[in-house]
């Protein structure tokens, strides 16, 4: 087993086993208590998530329905029934008058008419219909009719029946006599009786109405819900009991366990699968899955340690920000979204929590991704807090919270929590490059800045070296981007590779404006001023604090090559006695693809400018470039490199087009005439 796959799965164990510590002391696991309806509470008690409390929704609703007005309609039925008795009174009155029914009957009228009517009146009344004449029986009825269907139109209540008073007023207003008016009066008030009765169908309509309107009455998270020493209610026993507070059976506890266990070995198998589909996984180099394990288990830790916090005091994006910054936003989107998952279930978390984080973390990784200047934290900074700010009120107003005082003083810490976040991250890049040795294009950017001191140097101690260390860049720079490197890297490689040079300018044949003080050297003292250059140039990187990479192309730029021109020297002057070894860089050999660039565009740059006058039809740039990328290759300076073989013809070509533009044919100008 290679030391990636064991580092890897070592931390792959040690996250799943912190995982589930976590989620098993989160607020699903709370530790149980056994309390009972009336006993005193021996600890104050809040919310660990956001929980209904039913009784008190029920109270609210009970009220709300319990002030809707009763519905009422009318009953057509009732004064139809009333005008049909009335009717038939009267048809039997004139039938006992004009028949003789009665005496067929062997009883007299009054009985008669007693027992067939189904309006009852008294005796004297009876008497007093049946002794009108068959002239004023109809205006009678006519007027008796017409005053009960005035009282039905203008609706009778049933605690409005004593309608006695009314009736006599109105009777009076009639042509009909005292005696008439009397017995008018028995026969109106026995037949009117309410007919606007209850609507029971669109009353218990309009209660259901007003209950559904009612909102839940939530205690939401971190909320008391019972303080020490108080008496626990019904009520309260019930919400303990929602939120998992109460004593449960034991075997129910462990079926959790062993199912959040097979939970969260599922998802990292899941994600560890995902990852390996979409071929980010072969990818990834040791120290960024070390880095990875290590600010997802942070993380979870974070999370435990703030369980009783509200979850906008979590700023759960800070690690998916870094790996963003450090490796890339796609591995940093999956990262956060396995720890939502798992900080949802630590905190039992509802939707808005859930919604929050997938959301902020999100767009702070698509922001913060693409800073490439320290100098713009700031504003990076406020604008995440604005992202954290918009998603927290947009998602209160979504499930319909009202904006009180508290919930903007919530607004504005998820606003501060993604200012401080940014700033953390930003903050702390420079301990976590140097740790890791990462490189991440806002320090590169800051290095490729002329006016950083030891380029400043450069320029103004060994102004050759300088322009040569520039073109060197940019052919090293425009190779990377062909091959799939990375450009921005090969570039500062390219601006420091020759730092060394500051100290003995002179003996460079770029910064030479005299004569060549190697011509009277000895060719092995050459050798080693010319060999001090890569350790010089370490030592001033150390001193200028710059990155490992740096120093590390500084000394593999010329691997382990031959100094040919004083080797050659030297053997003329000594012979066989010379070897070749003296003559050698100490290397090492470029580890990296940008290392080598770095290397195959200096000695390219070098050889070009050094020949350029013998360019011509028999020796092109190209044939150039390739005799030296061709020798450094057979020399094994590439072989601890991953330059593939076709790699190495997209660099012969973007040397030679690069160095064509420079090193181009000149067109020669003729003397101007004195004349």
Known sequence: ?????????????????????????????????????????????????????????????????????????VDIQVQEKAVADIEQLFEYTLAIQTTDIAERLN?????????????????????????????????????????????????????????????????EATELSVTHQKMSEGIIAAVIKPNVVLDELATNEAKKLAREKVDPVYILQGEKIIEKGTRITEETYTILDKVGFLD?????????YSGIALLIILVFVFVSKYMKIINIAKDLQRKQINLIMILYILSIIMTRVMLNRPFVYLPLAIAAM??????????????????VIFVSVIFKGDMISILYFVIT???SILIVGNMQERKKTMTTALIVGGVHLITF?????????????????????????????????????????????????MQLLELTNPNQPILKRLLLEATGTYYHSLLVANLAETAADAIGANPLLARVGGYYHDIGKITCSNYFKENQTLDNPHDTMDPQKSCQIICSHVTTGVSLAREYNLPVYIKDMIKQHHGTSVMQYFYMKAKEQKGSFVKEEQFRYEGPKPKTKEAALVMLADVAE?????????????????????KMVKQKLEEGQLDECELYISDIDKIIASFSKMLKGIYHERIQYPEKDGK
């Open 606 to 626: 070098a050889t070009t400018r050094s020949m350029q006058d013998k360019v011509g039809v028999d020796l092109t740039i190209e044939q150039l470039v390739r």
């Open 361 to 363: 973390g999100i767009l």
């Open 107 to 171: 009883k007299t009228p009054l009985e008669v008419l007693r027992n067939r009517s189904s309006i009852g009146l008294y005796k004297d009344e009876y008497e007093t219909l049946l002794g009108v004449t068959q002239e004023d029986l109809s205006t009678i009825k006519e007027t008796c009719i017409q005053i009960a269907v005035q009282f039905f139109e203008e609706g009778m209540q049933s605690d409005a029946l004593n309608k006695t008073p009314e009736i006599k007023a109105r009777l």
């Open 248 to 256: 449960t059976n034991k075997r129910t506890t462990y079926q959790q």
């Open 393 to 441: 009120l947009a998602l209160k107003l979504f499930v319909g919270v009202d904006m009180t005082i508290a919930v903007a003083g919530e607004a504005m810490l998820a606003f501060i929590i993604g200012i401080l976040a940014v700033v953390l991250v930003v903050g702390i890049l420079p301990l976590l490059e140097s740790a890791f040795g990462f490189v991440t294009p």
């Open 322 to 339: 870094i790996i963003a910054l450090l490796i890339g936003t796609d591995i940093a989107i999956i990262t956060h979204i396995l720890l």
């Open 1 to 73: 087993m290679n030391k990636k796959a064991y580092w890897g799965g070592l931390f792959l164990i040690l996250s799943v086993v912190v995982t589930f510590f976590a989620v098993a002391s989160g607020n699903f696991f709370t530790k149980k208590l056994s309390l009972q309806v009336g006993q005193i509470a021996t600890q104050t008690i809040y919310a660990p998530f956001q929980v209904e409390n039913e009784m008190a929704t029920n109270r609210k609703r009970d009220l709300a329905e319990r002030e809707v007005a009763l519905i009422s309609k």
